[in-house]
């Protein structure tokens, strides 16, 4: 990996910052058409709050919520671990969120109930529920891609069992580490052609336009407004006025910018708007992370 270790700690927390930042830029778009984006803001590119959740401005949704729930885990028991993601995520649905998916909901309620820690096998569960909450797990599996499948599954079967989400997840993580590594974009697509040699349901070229919670739908949004940005900025801004999940879109694609382009890139009047508490927590946890992960222990595969 061509970067030092604090490179690749600011890029870590540029993913992490990048996902809150992606959510809350894109929450207040939730459910809106590009249509309606153009008719009630011209160009969404600011932290107004709002939407169908009344959201203050800068204020994250359950993406950037249950992402924690992971990290935190990894960070208190020193390492991976199913139960402790499982604990937490149950904890924060006792909290009442502001919101959640049904079946994230679901998931975390059969743990609850039944101490299930894998969902049935569900072909109609394609949702990006799991998809959304991967930045913490590529993190912490940097330098294995081994350990980054086993863990993967094993937080999205809590709630996701399907095999087009199991797949983005996995290549979402795959591309997430490329960026880590200084890769470049090139290198990333490639990721995400492989993914579409498998699965030709995600093919985003040329882009249909549809940026709904259906994990191929996010995907493909995630990949046509990454693959053609040129800053942090740019890609947020296009991927949240897609409308539709925008808050989970516009957090996915923040990770991947976030990495990419790194710290400096992600705009200050952004971060400005997020919790103060919340990024001092974001930064430690992600380092948290990194420096649990293969790459930075010797283990790396």
């Not at 009344?54 to 991976?80: F, N």
Request: glycine fraction near 10%; charge should be neutral.
């Amino acid at each position: 990996m061509p970067y030092s270790t604090e490179e690749l700690l600011s890029r870590a927390r540029a993913a992490f910052i990048g996902l809150a930042v992606g959510d809350a830029l894109g929450a207040p778009a939730e459910f809106l058409t590009r249509g309606e984006i153009r008719d009630k803001y011209g160009v969404l590119k600011e932290m107004v709050g709002g939407g169908w959740l009344r959201l203050k401005p800068g204020q994250v949704t359950d993406d950037t919520q249950m992402a924690l729930c992971i990290a935190r885990a990894i960070a208190e028991c020193r390492g991976w671990s199913p139960t402790g993601i499982a604990d937490n995520l149950a904890a924060w649905l006792k909290s009442k969120p502001i919101d959640v998916g049904d079946t994230c909901r679901r998931g975390i309620r059969n743990y609850m109930l039944k101490g299930t820690m894998e969902t049935a096998p569900n072909q109609w569960d394609g949702g990006n529920g799991a998809a959304m909450r991967m930045m913490p797990v590529g993190l912490f599996t940097l330098g294995d891609s081994t350990l980054l499948e086993s863990c993967t599954l094993q937080q999205a079967h809590l709630t996701h069992n399907n095999a087009l989400s199991d797949a983005a997840c996995i290549c979402l993580g795959r591309m997430l580490h490329l960026a880590l590594a200084g890769r470049s974009m090139t290198s990333m697509r490639r990721e995400a052609d492989q993914l579409i040699a498998q699965f030709p349901n995600f093919s985003f070229d040329p882009y249909k336009g549809l940026a709904t919670g259906y994990v191929v739908d996010t995907v493909q949004t995630v990949f046509h407004c990454f693959f053609r940005s040129r800053s942090f900025e740019s890609c947020l801004i296009e991927t949240v006025n897609q409308g539709g999940d925008a808050d989970t879109t516009g957090a996915i694609v923040g990770v991947l910018a976030g990495a990419y382009f790194g710290e400096e890139a992600i705009p200050a009047r952004w971060l400005k708007k997020l919790d103060k508490k919340l990024v001092a927590e974001i930064n430690d946890l992600s380092e948290s992370l990194v420096r649990l992960s293969p790459y930075l222990n010797g283990k790396a595969s």
